[in-house]
C-alpha cells in the first residue's frame, strides 16, 4: 500500500494507529520521509486481538494524529477493520466528526466479519468503500485506492463555526442573530452553502433550536457541516429586580390591549412569526399586564 505514494516531508506523509480493545499510536505523520522506512515499519505493525473499539480509534485520529498534520493539505484517513465495531452508533458519530473536520474517510473491510452499511457509514463517499478477502490481499486494492486518494478529494473547509448559544428572555421570543461561517476551498472550486438559517439569525421562542450550514463543493460531491445549538430559556424574576407599579384593568381593556399588540405584530418586522406560530397569535393565547 505504501508504495503507491511519493513519500516524504514536502509530500505524502503517513501515521498510523491500531485498534481493538484499546487505541495504539503506532507512528505520527513526521517519523517517516522514505518509503524505504515507511514500508519497514508499517511490516512490523503487530495485528491487535481483541475486541473492535472503531469509534476510539477515529476520535484519537481526530484529536491527536491529525493535530499533527500540515495546514494546506488533503487529509485522509484509511480505516482498516476485519470486524464489526463494538458500538455501530458511536462509531458513525465519531466518522462524522472526523469527516466534518475535513478528514476523508476511506473504509476497507477485509474478510466477511465487516458490516457493510457501517463502512458505508464512515466512508465520505460510496464509492470509498473497499472488500478483500484477506489482510494478504490488500495490495489487490492498491492501485485503485491511491488514484482515488490522488485525485481532489479537499471538502470544503470550514472555518469560524460558531460555539453554542444561550439566551435568557422574560418575552416569550427573542431575536438573535450571529456571524455565519465561512467556507473556502483551497483548490478555489466552487462551494454551494445551504442552511436553516440564511439570515444568520432568527426569532426564537422559548426552547432548544440547531443551525445547521452545510458546504458542498460540486467538483467532487464532498460536504462540510458547521453546526451549533441555540437555547432561548425563560428568565425568572429575581428578588433584585425593579417592581415597577401598574393600574389594575377590566377584562375588556385587557382584550383591546391583546388586539394592539397583535396589530403592531404584524406590521413588524416580526410579522412572519404569526404565519410560523399561528396559535401564539391569538388573542386568548397573549399575556397582558396593565
Same mark, same amino acid.
Given at each position: 500500500?505504501?508504495?503507491?505514494?511519493?513519500?516524504?516531508?514536502?509530500?505524502?506523509?503517513?501515521?498510523?494507529?491500531?485498534?481493538?480493545?484499546?487505541?495504539?499510536?503506532?507512528?505520527?505523520?513526521?517519523?517517516?520521509?522514505?518509503?524505504?522506512?515507511?514500508?519497514?515499519?508499517?511490516?512490523?505493525?503487530?495485528?491487535?486481538?481483541?475486541?473492535?473499539?472503531?469509534?476510539?480509534?477515529?476520535?484519537?485520529?481526530?484529536?491527536?494524529?491529525?493535530?499533527?498534520?500540515?495546514?494546506?493539505?488533503?487529509?485522509?484517513?484509511?480505516?482498516?477493520?476485519?470486524?464489526?465495531?463494538?458500538?455501530?452508533?458511536?462509531?458513525?458519530?465519531?466518522?462524522?466528526?472526523?469527516?466534518?473536520?475535513?478528514?476523508?474517510?476511506?473504509?476497507?473491510?477485509?474478510?466477511?466479519?465487516?458490516?457493510?452499511?457501517?463502512?458505508?457509514?464512515?466512508?465520505?463517499?460510496?464509492?470509498?468503500?473497499?472488500?478483500?478477502?484477506?489482510?494478504?490481499?490488500?495490495?489487490?486494492?492498491?492501485?485503485?485506492?491511491?488514484?482515488?486518494?490522488?485525485?481532489?478529494?479537499?471538502?470544503?473547509?470550514?472555518?469560524?463555526?460558531?460555539?453554542?448559544?444561550?439566551?435568557?428572555?422574560?418575552?416569550?421570543?427573542?431575536?438573535?442573530?450571529?456571524?455565519?461561517?465561512?467556507?473556502?476551498?483551497?483548490?478555489?472550486?466552487?462551494?454551494?452553502?445551504?442552511?436553516?438559517?440564511?439570515?444568520?439569525?432568527?426569532?426564537?421562542?422559548?426552547?432548544?433550536?440547531?443551525?445547521?450550514?452545510?458546504?458542498?463543493?460540486?467538483?467532487?460531491?464532498?460536504?462540510?457541516?458547521?453546526?451549533?445549538?441555540?437555547?432561548?430559556?425563560?428568565?425568572?424574576?429575581?428578588?433584585?429586580? &425593579?417592581?415597577? #407599579?401598574? =393600574? +389594575?384593568?377590566?377584562?375588556?381593556?385587557? !382584550?383591546?390591549?391583546?388586539?394592539?399588540?397583535? %396589530? @403592531?405584530? &404584524?406590521?413588524? #418586522?416580526? =410579522? +412572519?412569526?404569526?404565519?410560523?406560530?399561528? !396559535?401564539?397569535?391569538?388573542?386568548?393565547?397573549? %399575556? @397582558?399586564?396593565?
Amino acid at each position: 500500500m505504501v508504495g503507491g505514494f511519493q513519500i516524504g516531508p514536502n509530500d505524502v506523509r503517513m501515521a498510523s494507529v491500531t485498534f481493538s480493545s484499546a487505541v495504539h499510536d503506532t507512528f505520527q505523520f513526521s517519523e517517516y520521509n522514505s518509503v524505504e522506512s515507511l514500508r519497514n515499519r508499517v511490516l512490523k505493525i503487530p495485528y491487535d486481538s481483541g475486541g473492535t473499539n472503531t469509534q476510539l480509534a477515529l476520535q484519537y485520529a481526530r484529536v491527536t494524529s491529525f493535530s499533527y498534520a500540515r495546514s494546506g493539505v488533503s487529509k485522509i484517513a484509511v480505516v482498516i477493520t476485519d470486524g464489526k465495531s463494538n458500538s455501530k452508533p458511536k462509531t458513525l458519530d465519531e466518522a462524522e466528526k472526523l469527516r466534518n473536520s475535513g478528514v476523508i474517510i476511506f473504509s476497507v473491510g477485509v474478510g466477511s466479519g465487516v458490516d457493510r452499511t457501517e463502512l458505508e457509514g464512515m466512508a465520505s463517499k460510496s464509492t470509498y468503500v473497499f472488500d478483500v478477502a484477506t489482510f494478504n490481499a490488500l495490495e489487490s486494492i492498491r492501485e485503485r485506492l491511491t488514484k482515488t486518494a490522488c485525485e481532489d478529494i479537499q471538502p470544503p473547509v470550514v472555518h469560524r463555526c460558531p460555539s453554542d448559544i444561550q439566551e435568557f428572555s422574560s418575552l416569550r421570543f427573542l431575536n438573535i442573530t450571529w456571524t455565519g461561517p465561512n467556507f473556502t476551498d483551497p483548490f478555489h472550486h466552487d462551494v454551494d452553502v445551504t442552511t436553516n438559517y440564511p439570515e444568520n439569525g432568527s426569532t426564537f421562542f422559548w426552547g432548544d433550536y440547531t443551525a445547521i450550514y452545510t458546504a458542498l463543493k460540486q467538483y467532487n460531491g464532498l460536504r462540510s457541516v458547521c453546526t451549533f445549538n441555540i437555547s432561548v430559556r425563560r428568565r425568572v424574576r429575581t428578588s433584585d429586580d &425593579k417592581i415597577y #407599579s401598574f =393600574r +389594575r384593568c377590566d377584562d375588556e381593556e385587557k !382584550d383591546k390591549m391583546r388586539g394592539k399588540y397583535l %396589530d @403592531v405584530l &404584524k406590521k413588524s #418586522s416580526l =410579522r +412572519r412569526l404569526c404565519n410560523r406560530y399561528a !396559535d401564539l397569535c391569538k388573542k386568548e393565547n397573549v %399575556d @397582558v399586564q396593565c
